[in-house]
């Protein structure tokens, strides 16, 4: 049986001279042998060919970055907003949610790494007076909203093959924080193999496996469209349509200030009859490490930061502000109907490459080896290629301290810490309390339940104008 196996394998890897996956194949148990055919079954070698074929094709964003302009954009949680205009906003998104049309989605595929957490990112503990993780946090926040509006909300929550079977033991343990279980769609999204920069072959990672890497945040579509839900008889997409289910909301889980499903962010997008609304936060540096939202002709595009050209990245308006100035945070509205329709276009979403250091198996001893410099190419999709797609795509500007401060960098580091974070966590509520009148003492951590409140304006009125709050407090 195994010998015809690797028969009909080699006859599948040979046009495109990747036969060395199998290079130890007869060392390995008949389950590696099963493991390492499922692995090889799933791969597109005619695309993966042509992926590397085109890795040094220049990227599309620098044919684009001289015509860039600002986007069409509005503007909440700033100085510079329309008191009017968002109100009609706030209105509008708040039916939307009393008629349960909105869901959420939060990408959770990413391990704590680089926080020396070896567990999934959503799992770390993050609140300054609670110690809540990050995932509890944004639960509570999704369950704050469905109390309020009185909808269920269904909750996607995307892993990775790295994280997925802890993160579900995880949320499984806790209940969901609240939610009910037939909410909560818990999707895995898919892989790519890492090729040699050199030869494009594929890398193992072991004798009987390959080294695969999450396929981007952009697998979200394909997670969505295609990955079936724990019922197994829908899709995770038939399923919010089957639930009248028109707009998605989409944050990563390091972001514990986002404002889940906030209703004037959905007003902006509903009431301008966007198809993809993107929040930006206003550059301060030209040079900031962000994706930059920009028109080009009627069509909104994002270009990496690595990918702006210097001299672009510092061009100036007239009243010496940035022409290039919305950096992307990684929040979202989508249509379903954008998603839908995308999901059936296969070039909605390209394939980004980057050179990375990738640890792999050497064909001749055996032994892993683990790279100084960057020796393999990886592919990826990213979720804000949509944007071209989509009809009348706005931005929305929001202010980093209410809304942007993601938990990236190692304990210690100046900025995007736990450290740092927590602090961004506790100013964030110190304000509130200040919006209703009551003053924390200078030092105290203040941490703010998403059931207490979820918003300055949900505060309101739960605690006494001219109250004190002398000590680390936790209002839940």
Same mark, same amino acid.
């Given at each position: 049986?195994?010998?015809?196996?690797?028969?009909?394998?080699?006859?599948?890897?040979?046009?495109?001279?990747?036969?060395?996956?199998?290079?130890?194949?007869?060392?390995?148990?008949?389950?590696?042998?099963?493991?390492?055919?499922?692995?090889?079954?799933?791969?597109?070698?005619?695309?993966?060919?042509?992926?590397?074929?085109?890795?040094?094709?220049?990227?599309?964003?620098?044919?684009?970055?001289?015509?860039?302009?600002?986007?069409?954009?509005?503007?909440?949680?700033?100085?510079?907003?329309?008191?009017?205009?968002?109100?009609?906003?706030?209105?509008?998104?708040?039916?939307?949610?009393?008629?349960?049309?909105?869901?959420? =989605? *939060?990408? %959770?595929?990413?391990? !704590?790494?680089? &926080?020396?957490? $070896?567990?999934?990112? #959503? /799992?770390?503990?993050?609140?300054?007076?609670?110690?809540?993780?990050?995932?509890?946090?944004?639960?509570?926040?999704?369950?704050?909203?469905?109390?309020?509006?009185?909808?269920?909300?269904?909750?996607?929550?995307?892993?990775?093959?790295?994280?997925?079977?802890?993160?579900?033991?995880?949320?499984?343990?806790?209940?969901?924080?609240?939610?009910?279980?037939?909410?909560?769609?818990?999707?895995?999204?898919?892989?790519?193999?890492?090729?040699?920069?050199?030869?494009?072959? =594929? *890398?193992? %990672?072991?004798?009987? !496996?390959?080294? &695969?890497?999450? $396929?981007?945040?952009? #697998? /979200?579509?394909?997670?969505?469209?295609?990955?079936?839900?724990?019922?197994?008889?829908?899709?995770?997409?038939?399923?919010?349509?089957?639930?009248?289910?028109?707009?998605?909301?989409?944050?990563?889980?390091?972001?514990?200030?986002?404002?889940?499903?906030?209703?004037?962010?959905?007003?902006?997008?509903?009431?301008?009859?966007?198809?993809?609304?993107?929040?930006?936060?206003?550059?301060?540096?030209?040079?900031?490490?962000?994706?930059?939202?920009?028109?080009?002709?009627?069509? *909104?595009?994002?270009?990496?930061?690595?990918?702006?050209?210097?001299?672009?990245?510092?061009?100036?308006?007239?009243?010496?502000?940035?022409?290039?100035?919305?950096?992307?945070?990684?929040?979202?509205?989508?249509?379903?109907?954008?998603?839908?329709?995308?999901?059936?276009?296969?070039?909605?979403?390209?394939?980004?490459?980057?050179?990375?250091?990738?640890?792999?198996?050497?064909?001749?001893?055996?032994?892993?080896?683990?790279?100084?410099?960057?020796?393999?190419?990886?592919?990826?999709?990213?979720?804000?290629?949509?944007?071209?797609?989509?009809?009348?795509?706005?931005?929305?500007?929001?202010?980093?301290?209410?809304?942007?401060?993601?938990?990236?960098?190692?304990?210690?580091?100046?900025?995007?810490?736990?450290?740092?974070?927590?602090?961004?966590?506790?100013?964030?509520?110190?304000?509130?309390?200040?919006?209703?009148?009551?003053?924390?003492?200078?030092?105290?951590?203040?941490?703010?339940?998403?059931?207490?409140?979820?918003?300055?304006?949900?505060?309101?009125?739960?605690?006494?104008?001219?109250?004190?709050?002398?000590?680390?407090?936790?209002?839940?």
């Amino acid at each position: 049986m195994f010998d015809t196996m690797k028969t009909q394998l080699l006859e599948k890897l040979a046009p495109f001279r990747q036969e060395h996956l199998l290079t130890f194949w007869d060392s390995l148990t008949a389950a590696e042998q099963q493991h390492l055919a499922a692995q090889i079954e799933q791969i597109d070698f005619a695309q993966l060919a042509q992926l590397y074929a085109d890795r040094d094709k220049p990227a599309e964003s620098l044919t684009l970055a001289d015509r860039a302009a600002e986007p069409p954009f509005e503007q909440f949680s700033t100085v510079r907003r329309s008191t009017s205009g968002a109100g009609n906003a706030y209105a509008a998104g708040e039916e939307l949610l009393r008629q349960g049309k909105a869901a959420a =989605v *939060l990408v %959770a595929g990413g391990q !704590g790494t680089r &926080l020396g957490f $070896d567990h999934p990112k #959503g /799992m770390y503990p993050i609140g300054p007076v609670s110690g809540k993780t990050l995932f509890q946090i944004h639960f509570e926040k999704v369950l704050a909203a469905v109390r309020r509006y009185g909808h269920r909300i269904p909750y996607c929550v995307m892993t990775s093959p790295a994280t997925h079977a802890e993160t579900v033991e995880f949320l499984t343990g806790n209940k969901f924080f609240g939610l009910k279980e037939d909410d909560v769609l818990i999707l895995c999204q898919g892989t790519m193999p890492a090729v040699s920069m050199d030869s494009g072959k =594929v *890398l193992l %990672a072991d004798k009987g !496996g390959l080294a &695969l890497s999450p $396929d981007g945040h952009g #697998g /979200m579509l394909k997670a969505l469209s295609f990955s079936r839900t724990a019922c197994g008889r829908q899709t995770a997409l038939e399923t919010l349509k089957s639930r009248g289910i028109e707009y998605l909301f989409y944050n990563q889980v390091d972001n514990p200030l986002v404002r889940i499903l906030s209703p004037e962010m959905l007003g902006y997008h509903v009431l301008s009859g966007s198809e993809l609304t993107s929040q930006v936060i206003r550059k301060t540096n030209p040079l900031d490490k962000v994706g930059n939202v920009v028109k080009v002709g009627d069509k *909104l595009y994002v270009i990496e930061y690595s990918d702006l050209p210097n001299d672009v990245a510092e061009r100036r308006k007239s009243d010496g502000s940035l022409q290039i100035w919305a950096g992307s945070i990684a929040v979202h509205i989508f249509n379903v109907e954008l998603l839908e329709r995308c999901s059936k276009i296969a070039s909605s979403l390209p394939f980004h490459t980057a050179r990375k250091k990738v640890s792999y198996t050497d064909l001749q001893t055996g032994e892993t080896v683990k790279p100084s410099e960057p020796n393999a190419v990886k592919f990826e999709r990213f979720i804000f290629d949509l944007l071209p797609s989509a009809k009348n795509a706005i931005v929305v500007e929001v202010d980093p301290p209410n809304h942007y401060a993601p938990l990236k960098n190692a304990p210690g580091s100046p900025e995007f810490s736990p450290e740092t974070v927590s602090a961004d966590i506790s100013a964030m509520h110190t304000s509130w309390l200040e919006q209703s009148g009551v003053k924390a003492a200078d030092g105290v951590n203040v941490e703010i339940s998403p059931l207490f409140a979820d918003s300055p304006e949900a505060l309101a009125g739960k605690i006494a104008a001219g109250a004190a709050v002398e000590k680390d407090t936790y209002f839940e």
